[in-house]
């Protein structure tokens, strides 16, 4: 089997989320599986993939669909090459090196101005890109509070907007990195607040779970998601009490959009809720922790 090095989760990383969330042992795993701790452990290390029985026994007992990883895991040929609307820029930012999305979203009827969607920490990939457009930000909707997706906001200088919207479940994660001079509103407030300003609607949805003020943006048959999906996995857990909203969130936002919708993560190549409903393990994954052991 290949692996597909282009997604932002590989297999190693699907199998520690899941036993993370189940809060399982590798001894428990294994004697479920029968596949030894040593085996797991190389599997979630990237140095050792298991069979497609293996990851049958390890789904059946992690509870998900392990037959779903040969789609996209091991399918580097299937990987997502969707383009974006043309009003919608995202600017591939790298945090402390490590690549991350921001999204500039502009306005249909006058495209020098944008909000922004996450913040990449704001390097100088964003900054630049702000200039050499000539934009005005009229605001800044973040989709949680970690520092790679809305940390250091003072860095937009005469960029900055007056209003940033993120939960309030998840300002405690900012640091105090929300300038004081601007007005922090609650995500659900929106799509009221740009109603009839030429922008598209702006539909909210909740996605709690790897934090708990997580929150998605539909606009224009778009879905903003931060880290609540990646192609063909999520973002980890907060804690693992927070795993079955993970999988909540999940179901939600592709339940709840239409399959011709794209999906913009924060990390990783861009997906289709209909691709996702296909191959993403987390999607339909079981709330309980386990079922009975496996014959082997």
Same mark, same amino acid.
């Given at each position: 089997?290949?692996?597909?090095?282009?997604?932002?989760?590989?297999?190693?990383?699907?199998?520690?989320?899941?036993?993370?969330?189940?809060?399982?042992?590798?001894?428990?795993?294994?004697?479920?599986? @029968?596949?030894? *701790?040593?085996r #797991?452990?190389?599997? +979630?290390?990237? $140095?050792?993939?298991?069979?497609?029985?293996?990851? %049958?026994?390890?789904?059946?007992s992690?509870?998900?669909d392990?037959?779903?990883?040969?789609?996209?895991?091991?399918?580097?040929?299937?990987?997502?090459?969707?383009?974006?609307?043309?009003?919608?820029?995202?600017?591939?930012?790298?945090?402390?090196?490590?690549?991350?999305?921001?999204?500039?979203?502009?306005?249909?009827?006058d495209?020098?101005?944008?909000?922004?969607?996450?913040?990449?920490?704001?390097?100088?990939?964003?900054?630049?890109?702000?200039?050499?457009?000539?934009?005005?930000?009229e605001?800044?909707?973040?989709?949680?509070?970690?520092?790679?997706?809305?940390?250091?906001?003072?860095?937009?200088?005469?960029?900055?907007?007056?209003?940033?919207?993120?939960?309030e479940?998840?300002?405690?994660?900012?640091? @105090?990195?929300? *300038?004081?001079? #601007?007005?922090?509103? +609650?995500?659900e $407030?929106?799509?009221?607040?740009?109603?009839?300003? %030429?922008?598209s609607?702006?539909?909210?949805?909740?996605a709690?779970?790897h934090t708990?003020g997580?929150?998605?943006y539909?606009?224009?048959?778009v879905l903003?998601?931060?880290?609540?999906?990646f192609?063909?996995?999520?973002?980890?857990?907060?804690?693992?009490e927070?795993?079955?909203?993970?999988?909540?969130?999940?179901?939600?936002?592709?339940?709840?959009c239409?399959?011709?919708?794209?999906?913009?993560?924060?990390?990783?190549?861009?997906?289709?809720?209909?691709?996702?409903?296909?191959?993403?393990p987390?999607?339909?994954?079981?709330?309980?922790?386990?079922?009975?052991?496996?014959?082997?």
């Amino acid at each position: 089997m290949k692996v597909n090095n282009e997604l932002e989760d590989q297999y190693s990383d699907v199998l520690k989320k899941f036993r993370y969330g189940r809060k399982m042992g590798l001894r428990s795993l294994s004697e479920m599986t @029968g596949i030894s *701790p040593d085996r #797991v452990r190389e599997a +979630e290390a990237g $140095s050792y993939i298991p069979s497609e029985s293996e990851w %049958g026994l390890l789904g059946r007992s992690l509870g998900f669909d392990g037959s779903v990883m040969q789609k996209i895991h091991f399918s580097p040929d299937r990987t997502p090459r969707i383009s974006l609307p043309e009003h919608i820029v995202p600017v591939g930012e790298s945090y402390f090196g490590y690549p991350v999305w921001a999204y500039l979203a502009l306005n249909p009827h006058d495209p020098k101005r944008a909000l922004l969607i996450d913040t990449g920490g704001i390097g100088e990939i964003l900054l630049s890109t702000i200039e050499k457009m000539g934009l005005t930000l009229e605001g800044i909707l973040l989709t949680h509070g970690h520092s790679d997706h809305a940390g250091d906001l003072a860095r937009l200088s005469q960029h900055l907007p007056e209003e940033v919207f993120l939960s309030e479940l998840d300002v405690k994660l900012l640091d @105090g990195s929300v *300038p004081a001079r #601007v007005h922090r509103l +609650e995500p659900e $407030s929106v799509s009221r607040k740009y109603a009839g300003e %030429g922008w598209s609607h702006i539909e909210v949805f909740r996605a709690n779970g790897h934090t708990s003020g997580s929150v998605a943006y539909l606009m224009g048959g778009v879905l903003f998601v931060g880290d609540a999906i990646f192609c063909g996995s999520c973002g980890r857990a907060q804690t693992p009490e927070d795993f079955p909203e993970t999988l909540s969130s999940v179901k939600r936002l592709l339940d709840g959009c239409p399959d011709e919708t794209i999906i913009v993560s924060g990390h990783g190549p861009f997906t289709t809720v209909r691709k996702e409903r296909d191959w993403n393990p987390f999607y339909g994954a079981r709330s309980e922790k386990t079922e009975e052991p496996p014959p082997h």
